[in-house]
């Protein structure tokens, strides 16, 4: 399926937004790193290049850093999942 960012800022697959409705595509998302080339995310003092698939990724073109979540996901979204970045700031793993 494919994925795309919506004029709202969410990432979704399909013809609209399945979040909040929104119809108005930006651009097609093909690869975890389309269109961020250059950019970073932070979550507290934690910089890391920016991804599509970063836990609670949320992608601000007009600010310095997009955003994304770190450590135990459980308090924002009790799943109980924590991740990991690696030292490249690259790579990501689940933990149970």
């Known amino acids: 399926m494919k994925r795309f960012l ?15 409705g929104c119809e108005r595509i930006q ?29 609670g990724f949320v992608y601000r073109p007009n600010e310095k850093y997009d955003l994304f979540l770190f450590g135990n996901r459980d308090k924002a979204f ?8 690696g030292i490249d700031g690259d790579s990501i793993r689940e933990d149970k």
Request: hydrophobic share 30%.
């Open 6 to 20: 919506f004029e709202c800022g969410h990432v979704s697959e399909g013809d609209h937004c399945k979040i909040c």
């Open 27 to 55: 651009f097609q998302i093909h690869n975890i790193r389309d269109h961020l080339d250059g950019r970073q995310a932070m979550c507290g003092k934690k910089i890391i290049k920016s991804r599509w698939d970063l836990p």
């Open 78 to 85: 009790g799943t109980g999942v924590v991740y990991k970045i």
